[in-house]
């Protein structure tokens, strides 16, 4: 049966690491108290990446995404789909994936972005992935990357600590050999109030509010509840029992998310990558991150189940069941 398999992968980081201790003191200047013992304990966030001016959302894309056609030894003009994953884009239009793409210097193929927030990774990569089994492209780079230091309100403790800025990406083939499982993607617009960016553009000027807002203990359980179901239905659409999967690689917003999760599952917490730690959350970069980080130390192998989670604004969620 033909279906598409994971050939690559590439991330990318901006130049600036800020410590929590760093950023506590930058926020006690602004007369904000935070405390790298407040961040750690409530989220397991360590530092996060910060995009210097002029660094755009299609920059970390494109970084991320050569150094993703590099491992899997692709030139740009071997691809004929990009998408983007990501809320943060360069313009209004086109979308970040035009702009990569020209980056690329690869014109001809489909590109466009997908918006689903911190679900985008996974939405963008289901979608890949069923384009490629129906026909409609060979070899795609599906790319989750964010500046979400952009709309944060730098005032505002309850989120401002908590978000990161990055890219990772895939190169996604068509191939005969399974790769990708199962996948299922989730939505509920009626709970939008709860993690939002309610602004946009007109007549020139922002209407509304362009900053993130979120009710984080909201969030927070419906994210473990979303997350632990999208996960069962991952496994028994692909036939494969939790305890078989080797690695869950779940959107990266909170370490305490990342445990109540395993533990609903029933997994053991040595088997879930983490790395919300060391980027904080990057929106739909985070789970194509973690991917990358855990595959170039080493503890992702070929032939291995691995389950990407995503869940975010929207509310959107989701599951992609992956062999490598
Ligand atoms: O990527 C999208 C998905 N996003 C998420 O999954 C985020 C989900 N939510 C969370 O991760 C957590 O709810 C947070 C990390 C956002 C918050 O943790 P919490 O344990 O739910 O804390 P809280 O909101 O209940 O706040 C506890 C206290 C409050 O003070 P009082 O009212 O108890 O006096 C806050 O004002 O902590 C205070 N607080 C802070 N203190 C120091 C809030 N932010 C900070 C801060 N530094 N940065």
């Given amino acids: 049966m033909t279906g598409s398999v994971i050939t690559g992968t590439g991330s990318h980081l901006p130049e600036r690491k800020v410590s929590n201790d760093e ?5 006690a200047r602004q007369g904000i108290e935070t405390s790298n013992e407040w961040i750690v304990a409530r989220t397991g966030i360590r530092q996060r990446f910060l995009a210097e001016k002029g660094t755009t959302t299609s920059t970390l894309a494109t970084a991320a995404a050569r150094a993703a056609l590099q491992d899997a030894g692709l030139q ?36 466009f972005d997908v918006q689903a927030v911190c679900s985008g990774f996974v939405y963008a990569l289901t979608t890949a992935d069923a384009l490629i ?17 952009r709309i944060l309100d730098w005032s505002d403790r309850s989120t401002c600590v908590l978000f990161g800025d990055g890219a990772g990406a895939v190169v996604l083939e068509r191939s005969d050999r399974p790769g990708i499982l199962a996948a299922n993607l989730h939505a509920d617009g009626s709970q939008l109030p709860i993690l939002c960016a309610a602004g946009n553009v007109a007549y020139g000027n922002v209407v509304g509010d362009p900053f993130l807002r979120m009710d984080g203990q909201a969030v927070f359980k419906l994210a473990v509840n979303v997350l632990t179901r999208s996960a069962q239905e991952a496994s028994e659409a692909a036939g494969i029992p939790l305890e078989d999967i080797h690695w869950m690689v779940p959107h990266q917003a909170n370490v305490r998310i990342l445990n109540a999760l395993a533990r609903r599952l029933g997994v053991p917490t040595e088997r879930v990558v983490i790395t919300v730690d060391q980027h904080a959350n990057t929106s739909a970069a985070s789970v194509p991150l973690a991917l990358d980080a855990a ?27 992956v062999r490598l």
């Fill in 76 to 111: 740009p003009q071997d691809i004929d789909l990009i998408i983007v994953a990501t809320s943060t884009p360069d313009y209004v239009f086109p979308s970040t994936a035009c702009v990569v793409q020209a980056n690329l210097e690869a014109p001809g193929g489909a590109a």
């Fill in 23 to 27: 950023l506590a003191a930058d926020l």
């Fill in 295 to 321: 595959r170039r130390d080493g503890r992702l192998q070929a032939g291995q189940n691995v389950l990407m989670q995503g869940v975010g604004g929207g509310f959107t969620w989701g599951s992609v069941l």
């Fill in 133 to 149: 089994q129906a026909g409609r492209a060979q070899r795609a780079l599906v790319i989750g990357a964010e500046v979400f230091s």
